[in-house]
């Protein structure tokens, strides 16, 4: 019954949902796109929908707005932040740059529009390496707020990376013996976990992917148990995309209570009343959408 409702209203206002992998299952369901962070960016800017409702985090509804000026885009539980994007601040970075003048600055897509726009360039975890690897002249990089999605970068890469110590409260639950104890349970299973988890955990794991490629493995690897070391909604994706494997979530603590805000109550009213509006002020977008063209142009 609320699920025809919200279909019916979505074809009135021609509206499509773009559903982050870590949204709870029910919000899964009613998605027209369902991916990572990099893929529903791609995904706004190239939709021919008036409304985009964004079931996600904040940062995720800012940067389709970014892109699409002149579509509605709508949260459909405003206090839905991601706390890792709140870790750096604008001025936080200008003071970083005036201490590294020459330094590049990449920012983590996980973060503000006036962030954005004070950057050179975004990356997601699932391009990172590229975005990286793409900027040849650069001598040093200064990468926000990610401490260690940094990390993880910078052993891929020659490159000089200055650091922010900023990090995902939901991932940094995921400790070495979970895992430990995971494989113990399951040996013959593969681990792969997302790259905003510690470094010592990301040793521990086979593989480290962004929540899309998570979904590639999943489909193409061959093995049949892998155990998931990032927020615990992927598992609802994994396990219906590939119901003859088996999932196990490396912490079921590894929640994001910000990721669980969405209900389809909530999808429903922001369609009714057309809210929670995110817009961001002409000026920044302008600037942030350069450093956000420069990245999905890669
Ligand atoms: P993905 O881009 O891999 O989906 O990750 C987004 C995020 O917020 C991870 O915590
Ligand atoms: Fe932010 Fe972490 Fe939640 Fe992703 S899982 S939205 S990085 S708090």
Not at 102 to 110: C, G, K
Request: net charge neutral; glycine share 4%; hydrophobic share 40%.
């Amino acid at each position: 019954m609320l699920v025809k409702k919200i279909q019916e209203l979505k074809k009135k206002r021609n509206a499509i949902f773009l559903v982050h992998n870590y949204q709870p299952g029910e919000i899964q369901e009613i998605a027209d796109h369902l991916g990572d962070s990099l893929g529903l960016s791609r995904i706004a800017s190239q939709s021919d929908a008036d409304v985009i409702v964004f079931c996600g985090v904040r940062f995720m509804a800012e940067t389709a707005s970014i892109l699409c000026p002149d579509k509605t885009v709508l949260m459909p539980d405003i206090n839905a932040e991601c706390p890792m994007a709140e870790m750096i601040t604008v001025d936080a970075l200008r003071a970083l740059k005036k201490e590294h003048p020459e330094a590049v600055v990449l920012s983590y897509v996980n973060t503000s529009a006036e962030v954005k726009a004070e950057s050179d360039i975004c990356c997601t975890s699932g391009n990172a390496i590229n975005v990286v690897n793409s900027l040849k002249d650069a001598k040093e990089i200064i990468f926000v707020p990610d401490k260690y999605l940094a990390h993880y970068v910078s052993t891929k890469t020659d490159k000089k990376i200055i650091f922010w110590n900023g990090y995902c409260p939901s991932h940094v639950k995921i400790l070495p013996e979970h895992v430990l104890r995971q494989k113990k349970a399951h040996p013959e299973a593969k681990v792969i976990v997302h790259p905003e988890c510690m470094q010592s955990v990301i040793q521990l794991a086979d593989e480290a992917f962004s929540t899309a490629g998570m979904c590639k493995y999943a489909k193409e690897s061959d093995a049949s148990e892998i155990i998931v070391g990032t927020e615990v909604g992927m598992l609802y994706r994994l396990r219906k995309d590939n119901p003859q494997k088996k999932f196990y979530p490396a912490s079921e603590q590894a929640v994001c209570p910000n990721m669980k805000l969405t209900t389809l109550e909530k999808v429903l009213w922001s369609l009714e009343d057309m809210k929670h509006e995110i817009k961001v002020p002409e000026d920044i977008r302008v600037r942030a959408k350069r450093a956000v063209d420069k990245m999905v142009s890669l």
